[in-house]
């Protein structure tokens, strides 16, 4: 049979390929304008089951094209206060329903936003301006997912989560860059663990989040459990000031952040932020640079660089940094922006106006301040509020865009010759949410990966998300995490089983210390001078004398004197501080090795027993069997974080990924300690052990009013093995220290168990760097190791990070 061969046209395969273009493939946009014209464009609030009209409206508008959308109703405080009092009305029945029950409501949610995800897709695109492929393929799913996650917590919350209670009326505050997902982030979790929900959408974006209200009106939630309060920063503000709320979770900025925690200090509200990020992408030179290229469009420019953990700062080897820009360049020339409705184009459009002057504005910045700018050839829409994508090289680390988040589709890129400078250089910056790990060597990449101060490390990947897994920051990225298990305990308290120790102590105010000077050396009854034995405070692994010179007379409850300790001031702080930072190794020992160091200090404790319960009633007044026992709990409290030393493990998540997300524990770094008066041994054992035991280097104020059961244990410390620095001693006024060390920039927790007033004041100062914080003033019955001890303090003494390694060919 004969063949015939077609004619050549000259042509290869690959010019036909690279000659092919894109035609418009527009998504049909009218079943949702159908649904906004059926409400007649005008939204009201949702409120106990019902919609309620606002006194006021504003209007919503569409970013690819600047129009109106619809108006929506502007939140009053009495909005607030009438959504907040039907949650509360909705509580007690809510939490009265089984496991099960509340289980069956979450996979309702999931299996409605199923049933409506293009509607839901097509709604987010319109109000928010991104791309439908990433609505469709991306946002919607996931919302799906979180609630069906969820909903299996929910029905495991009792065998999961023993011992815990939900919070009761919880407050959530979104924004505009993932409406609808950062809605399934935090209402899933709230209602799997039986919280009542009234929540706020971002001005710019509230569509999909009434149209969720909808559909849980639709399937029948019961009323009140879900409330939505649409309005401005006002609304906000109404929700997470009002009394009668007892949780607040925010997204947003950091600086809101701050005022947020401000705000709660001393409420005893919950709370959890997840706050912006300038998230560094590591490049070495032997990763694969046509992966990293697209690595680079889904960190940055997927969803108009819009993303708290958008991989906005390159950090590329030397060697292959021209090539890499290069390729990148070649990228973006080929880049398409539109009309988000268009499933063929790669970037929509910028929220609002103001938003894109912004970014308008530090790209010009950052080239007024000697950066280079590229933009592709080709020119934006001009109708709506759109931006190119932008690269931007020869960048000093320094530089306004290389420290201030952008929030749009702008990359600027800085170069690194070792890995050490690599991790300087991702580290150089306050915040610290994300990062992306791109080497085809695995042991380099994981050596960098614990090393970089943020929540979550994708290694030869990026922008990879999970309800199974967590996400959250370091430092001013806020604190708290969201999805899997760490994000489930974002919305339960424990059942506390005891209120408050069992013997009232007088405050150091009713009985105040003496103030003497250092070298003042008072006569005994007997006419003999006393051999001064004033306490020192015990800083970097030795004793050291106070910078202010001053001493304070211990007094017993009756009033006798029985020891002196150091006056310790902001100076000594300030020592303490980086007497604990140059003990940095501490963190990096194994935990087998921290606990032979923890069951040394229970022996040489133990071996003094009677010298410390002594010490004890000399200052409490209690009879020696309770000085006894009080030492034999500290003995066995030290025992028990041995034991967790090595046993406080992490966790690999299930994540729907071809590899694996571990979530490991690490330590938190420098954590200031505020004890408290009852049990003045137990109380700082009890503290300190689970901080020492998990990593951490400690800085601890101890018992104001009965100080010199620490000062003594200083010398258990100082024959134990335990390297200089990793627990540090000041002595004093518990306010004044504990002020000092949430002041601290250089300090990144404070645990403060004292007085409301002075927790107020710790987690009021603490927002200048947004360091987490642990307050209580109600008291614990410390002799109690269900409430002493325990799970609850290893959870406060980590933060958990989330490394995400895909593997295969």
């Known amino acids: 049979m004969a063949t015939t061969t077609p004619p050549s046209t000259g042509t290869s395969v690959r010019e036909l390929f690279d000659a092919m273009s894109y035609g418009p493939a527009p998504e049909g946009d009218a079943p949702v304008r159908q649904w906004i014209a059926a409400h007649g464009g005008t939204f009201g609030h949702y409120i106990d089951g019902a919609w309620v009209a606002g006194a006021d409206t504003f209007e919503v508008l569409e970013p690819a094209t600047g129009k109106p959308l619809a108006r929506v109703a502007q939140g009053t405080a009495a909005d607030v206060a009438a959504a907040v009092a039907a949650a509360r009305a909705a509580l007690p029945a809510w939490q009265a329903l089984d496991d099960h029950a509340r289980a069956r409501w979450l996979y309702a949610i999931a299996r409605g936003v199923q049933k409506h995800a293009r509607h839901f897709a097509v709604l987010e695109t319109l109000d928010n301006g991104k791309p439908v492929r990433e609505t469709r393929d991306i946002d919607v799913p996931l919302v799906a997912r979180h609630f069906y996650h969820h909903a299996g917590w929910a029905q495991l919350l009792e065998q999961e989560f023993a011992g815990h209670h939900a919070y009761g009326v919880v407050g959530q505050v979104i924004p505009w860059n993932f409406p609808l997902l950062m809605l399934a982030w935090k209402v899933a979790p709230a209602l799997a663990a039986g919280n009542t929900v009234v929540l706020k959408p971002a001005e710019y974006t509230p569509l999909t989040a009434l149209r969720f209200a909808e559909l849980l009106h639709e399937i029948g939630l019961p009323k009140g459990v879900f409330n939505l309060v649409t309005g401005d920063g006002a609304t906000g503000a109404a929700i997470v000031e009002h009394p009668d709320v007892d949780k607040v979770a925010f997204t947003g900025s950091t600086d809101v952040g701050r005022h947020i925690r401000k705000v709660t200090a001393g409420t005893g509200k919950g709370l959890s932020l997840e706050l912006g990020g300038k998230s560094p992408f590591i490049v070495f030179e032997d990763a694969d640079l046509d992966s990293v290229v697209e690595g680079v469009v889904d960190a940055i420019w997927f969803n108009q660089g819009q993303v708290c953990c958008a991989g906005s700062r390159l950090l590329v080897q030397e060697g292959v940094a021209d090539r890499l820009h290069d390729k990148l360049r070649e990228r973006m020339e080929h880049l398409r922006v539109g009309s988000p409705l268009d499933k063929a184009i790669d970037m929509g459009a910028i929220v609002a106006p103001v938003q894109l002057e912004r970014i308008r504005a530090l790209c010009q910045q950052g080239v007024e301040e000697g950066a280079t700018c590229w933009q592709p050839s080709w020119a934006e829409p001009k109708d709506g509020w759109f931006h190119p994508p932008t690269l931007f090289t020869n960048v000093a680390p320094s530089a306004t865009i290389a420290q201030v988040e952008i929030f749009g589709p702008v990359l600027v890129s800085m170069t690194f010759r070792t890995p050490e400078e690599a991790v300087a250089l991702a580290n150089n910056t306050p915040f610290g949410l994300a990062a992306s790990v791109w080497s085809e060597n695995i042991n380099l990449a994981l050596d960098i990966a614990p090393k970089l101060k943020c929540g979550v490390v994708w290694i030869n990947s990026t922008n990879l998300f999970d309800a199974a897994a967590g996400f959250g920051g370091y430092r001013e990225s806020g604190f708290g995490r969201e999805g899997g298990r760490e994000g489930m305990w974002e ?31 008072r006569d005994v009854p007997d006419g003999m001078p006393a051999i001064d034995r004033t306490a020192k405070l015990f800083i970097g692994g030795k004793q050291a004398r106070p910078d202010s010179g001053y001493t304070l007379t211990v007094r017993s409850l009756h009033g006798t004197r029985v020891g002196d300790v150091g006056e310790g001031n902001r100076k000594d702080i300030r020592n303490a501080v980086e007497a604990a930072h140059a003990a940095g190794a ?38 020696l069997a309770a000085g006894e026992v009080e030492v034999n709990a500290a003995v066995s409290r030290l025992f028990t974080y041995a034991a967790w030393a090595d046993k406080h493990d992490g966790a690999v998540h299930d994540v729907p990924l071809r590899g694996v997300a571990l979530a490991m524990h690490e330590p938190i770094g420098v954590v200031g300690v505020a004890c408290p008066d009852p049990y003045p041994l137990l109380g700082l054992v009890s503290l300190v052990a689970p901080l020492i035991a998990t990593g951490n280097r400690v800085v601890a104020v101890p018992s104001e009013r009965f100080p010199l059961a620490a000062t003594d244990f200083y010398s258990v410390l100082e024959t134990s093995d335990l390297p200089a620095g990793v627990v540090n001693l000041v002595t004093g006024a518990r306010d004044g220290l504990a002020r000092t060390l949430a002041e601290h920039d250089d300090v990144d927790a404070v645990w403060y168990v004292g007085t409301q007033e002075g927790a107020t004041m710790v987690e009021r100062t603490s927002a200048a760097n947004l360091k987490r914080t642990w307050t209580e003033w109600t008291g614990r019955e410390w002799l109690d190791p269900r409430a002493g001890e325990g799970r609850e303090f290893l959870r406060r003494a980590v933060q958990v990070k989330d490394i995400w390694i895909p593997y295969g060919e």
């Open 491 to 521: 919305y339960l308290k424990p059942n506390r089983v005891h209120e408050a120790a069992p013997h009232p102590v007088i405050p150091a105010s009713a009985a105040p210390h003496e103030r003497t000077d250092a070298s003042d050396h």
């Open 586 to 623: 501490w963190s990096k020992l194994s935990g087998h090795q921290r606990a032979q160091i923890l069951y040394y200090l229970a022996e040489n404790l133990s071996a003094r027993a009677d010298e410390f319960a002594a010490r004890i009633v000399s200052m409490t007044g209690d009879p």
